[in-house]
């Protein structure tokens, strides 16, 4: 019997909606201009900008001159980080805060603070991978210059208390930042009502092309540019301005908030379909952060006596696509960083796999996803068992 392909890493990235698409066409064929030029093309040009950057702005509760677009989330996470710590050590403000569970763009942006001559401090988290605010508050001292903590965590979806950690951060005069990747769209982010400074988001999680991003800079953050050369983006980010994409964020992004309590109520059912059929299938199975508030679009779970890089290659060869945690380590399958910091066994990490939910989801997805991971686990469990990677037809 054969089956439709399943698609459970929207996490990792999400098709291009058809109406991004349409929105984007023209930018690449009749309205070409280069939004710099003062003819008329580039007129044209510069004003499908500057509403795309207001109606993005619009969508986060912020003012349209505090939104720079950039390539993604790792630049965003990255000009947020290093350009407030490189801004802020002249005033004796050199040290950076984190979790251990954060994005590794994230983690390679704060050990680049170290590596330049700041510190380097990491917020203990506890075993369902929520932040020590005690701990927190502990290290917002006179010598910290930016904190960052990510809002939904990407690998097992827990949410954060940002605008409380903000609030904390904003008291101590510490700059605060928080990667919004996985938030946006998933929980209320308004710019206008919560104190957080700098806030990361990237297209290709929201059904805009991957390449496209923004981070958001409330006005009179000090934040010095990791790019120099032209005066684009007020100088914050010089270079020929990607106005198709930039479109194409806008438009994801309006479309995402208009369906956002619809897609909440529709994904929240399959997570907890996904999660009790695995449960009832797989005796022993565990969910990572159950206990904490979570995003609805991610369900992080391990089985025990498995392992994930099997797991991943026997369920594409069954039609079924999803990840062991990040999808930004080049393809590689290794223990994922987050789990370990939650404090998670090495054998359980490494029996992980995360099934990430989003527009291509459907009940038959979960159903179909619980029979096949029921089936593997029993396979490895019986005596001698057969080989999981029996290629069969879908």
Known sequence: MSHSPVYLDHAATTPVRDEVMAAMAP???????????????????????????????????????????????????????????????????????????????????????????????????????????????????????????????????????????????????????????????????????????????????????????????????????????????????????NVAFAVGLATAAELLLAEQDHEHTRLMALRNALEQGLRERIPGAVIHGASAPRAVHVVNVSIPGMNSESLLMALDLRGIACSAGSACQSGSVSASHVLSAMGVSPELANAALRLSLGCLSTPECITRTVEVLGTLADKVRQPKAAPVFETVEF
């Open 27 to 241: 930018f690449f064929g009749p309205r070409f201009g280069n939004p710099s030029s003062v003819h008329r093309w580039g007129r044209e040009a510069r004003v499908a900008l500057d509403e795309a950057r207001e109606r993005l702005a619009a969508c986060l509760g912020a003012n349209s001159d505090e939104l720079c677009f950039t390539s993604g989330g790792t630049e965003g996470d990255n000009f947020a980080i290093l350009g407030a710590y490189r801004t802020l050590k002249t005033q004796g403000r050199t040290a950076a805060i984190s979790t251990p569970i954060e994005h590794k763009a994230v983690l390679a942006a704060v050990h680049q603070v170290a590596h330049e001559g700041g510190e380097e401090r990491l917020v203990r988290v506890d075993a369902n991978g929520l932040v020590d605010h005690d701990h927190f508050a502990q290290l917002l001292d006179a010598q910290a210059a930016v904190a960052s903590v990510m809002w939904v965590n990407n690998e097992v979806g827990v949410i954060q208390d940002v605008p409380t950690l903000a609030a904390m951060a904003k008291a101590a005069g510490v700059v605060f930042h928080t990667d919004g990747v996985q938030a946006f769209g998933k929980v209320a982010v308004n710019a206008r009502t919560q104190p957080f400074d700098l806030l990361t988001i990237s297209g290709h999680k929201i059904g805009a092309p991957k390449g496209i991003g923004a981070l958001y800079i409330r006005r009179d953050t000090p934040l010095e540019p990791l790019l120099h050369g032209g005066s684009q983006d007020r100088g914050r980010r010089p270079g020929t301005e």
